[in-house]
C-alpha cells in the first residue's frame, strides 16, 4: 500500500501530506461499526518512501474531482464495507467511501508510470485479523495501511476483500 507524496492524510488536527509524516506522528485511523467508520486517534508506526517513481501506479478521480495516486495493490474501502485493490476498481460498479460513511463515484481510474516516489504509512494498533484500526482517509476517501496490504491474502479468505467479479452495478 503506498500513496503519491502528497496525499493528503487525516491527522487529529486536520490533513497533512503523506510525505511529511513519520514514525510516531499523529494520525486517525477508523474501525467500522454496522458499515460506519469510528475514528480514532493513533500514531503512525511506519512511513517510508516506497520506490523511486518507476512503477506502475494507479490514478483515481473520484468525487469532484478529486484524485489520488496509489500502488496498484492499494485496498480501498468500498460503500459496502469491503475492500478492494486499486487495480480492481471499476467507474460505474464501485464506490468508495467517504470519512462519514457515504458512498463517492468513481469518474476514472488508470493505470501507468507517474515519476514520483510514493509512500508507504501503517497505524500502530495491533493487527487484530481485520481491518479495524488501519483503515485511513486519504484525500476525503478511505483506504487501508500498509499492514492491510501485508495481510491482504488472510483478509480476502475472511471474507474482507470484495471479489470484483461479483460486483454488481451501482
Not at 28 to 37: E, I, K, M, R, T
Not at 53 to 64: K, W
Not at 127 to 137: E, I, K, Q, V
Request: charged share 15%; aromatic share 8%.
Amino acid at each position: 500500500m503506498s500513496y503519491y507524496k502528497d496525499a493528503q492524510m487525516a491527522i487529529p488536527q486536520g490533513e497533512m501530506p503523506v510525505m511529511d509524516l513519520h514514525n510516531s506522528s499523529p494520525l486517525q485511523a477508523a474501525s467500522l461499526n454496522n458499515n460506519q467508520p469510528v475514528w480514532q486517534s493513533v500514531f503512525v508506526n511506519l512511513c517510508q518512501q516506497a520506490d523511486n517513481g518507476q512503477s506502475t501506479s494507479v490514478f483515481v478521480l473520484y468525487g469532484s474531482n478529486q484524485k489520488l495516486v496509489t500502488s496498484m495493490d492499494q485496498l480501498f474501502l468500498l460503500s459496502t464495507g469491503l475492500l478492494i485493490r486499486a487495480s480492481k476498481l471499476v467507474p460505474g460498479t464501485h464506490e468508495l467511501m467517504d470519512k462519514d460513511g457515504n458512498p463517492v463515484a468513481i469518474m476514472q481510474v488508470s493505470m501507468g508510470t507517474f515519476g514520483e516516489p510514493l509512500y508507504r504509512l501503517a497505524a500502530n494498533p495491533p493487527y487484530a485479523g481485520n481491518p479495524d484500526g488501519h483503515l485511513l482517509l486519504a484525500n476525503g476517501v478511505i483506504a487501508g495501511d500498509f499492514i492491510l496490504n501485508m495481510n491482504a491474502e488472510e483478509l480476502t479468505a475472511k471474507g474482507f476483500v470484495a471479489d470484483p467479479q461479483a460486483a454488481s452495478r451501482v
